[in-house]
């Protein structure tokens, strides 16, 4: 077990690029989150799937956003047309259904950078 | 919507002595869970305690303890014996049981180690 793995861990871009993100869980763990951590902060929850169904979405994400985890394994996230305001870091946690309190583990995260 | 407050930005300790980080939240759920993360710098956050609220008894984790008052709705940490290692941004979370998984987090304190 090797933990949550994030790929980028740095990524610099310009304003209208488009960037994805990658998140590997935890093996066999059902449940993936993503959330954004600005400088400062506490991390701001984005959304989560349980395998490939994605069950919520915070009102953070907004339609340039979109996450997918096909097969209910690895996780994407997209950012559509950066903006500055998007620069931040992107975290990814998993969990496993069967802890009765869902203990989420996070990886490194993706620090995005919009200039 | 649940809210979690860290009303300390910045404390500091001396090696071996104790420390109390305070957080208070605010919900309406009566079933829920709290807990308290650690973030050492440009490291991955971990899970440091975790606590039921159906539970009575204040959750123990080794030098960490929490002060857990329901009706107060406070959520204390208090570290015991405190080492360089524990150096970090420390993140106060709140779990409803209805809300899915997501965790709603507070703006962090940043500890210091004094050696």
């Known amino acids: 077990d090797t933990g949550v793995s994030q790929n980028p861990r740095h990524k610099i871009t310009k304003r209208g690029q488009n960037v994805t993100f990658r998140c590997d869980p935890i093996s066999e763990h059902n449940r993936l989150y993503w959330y954004r951590q600005t400088l400062g902060q506490g991390p701001e929850f984005l959304t989560y799937f349980q395998n490939e169904a994605q069950l919520e979405k915070s009102r953070l994400l907004s339609d340039r956003f979109s996450a997918e985890r096909p097969k209910g394994s690895f996780s994407t996230l997209e950012i559509q047309r950066t903006e500055q305001g998007d620069s931040a870091m992107y975290l990814c946690a998993s969990s496993f259904r069967g802890a009765s309190v869902y203990e989420q583990y996070f990886g490194p995260g993706t620090r995005l950078t919009v200039t | 919507a649940q809210t979690v407050t860290q009303s300390q930005p910045e404390m500091s300790v001396q090696e071996a002595e104790t420390v109390t980080l305070s957080c208070t939240y605010d919900?309406?759920?009566?079933?829920?869970?709290l807990f308290w993360y650690k973030q050492p710098p440009s490291r991955q956050m971990i899970l440091v305690i975790r606590q039921e609220a159906y539970k009575q008894q204040n959750a123990t984790e080794n030098r960490f303890s929490v002060n857990f008052q329901k009706a107060a709705k406070s959520f204390s940490l208090k570290i015991s014996d405190s080492q360089l290692g524990d150096a970090a941004m420390y993140f106060c979370?709140?779990?409803?049981?209805?809300?899915?998984?997501?965790?709603?987090f507070g703006e962090g304190t940043q500890l210091t180690v004094n050696p």
């Open positions: 919900t309406s759920e009566s079933d829920y869970y």
């Open positions: 979370a709140y779990r409803a049981e209805t809300s899915g998984s997501r965790l709603t």
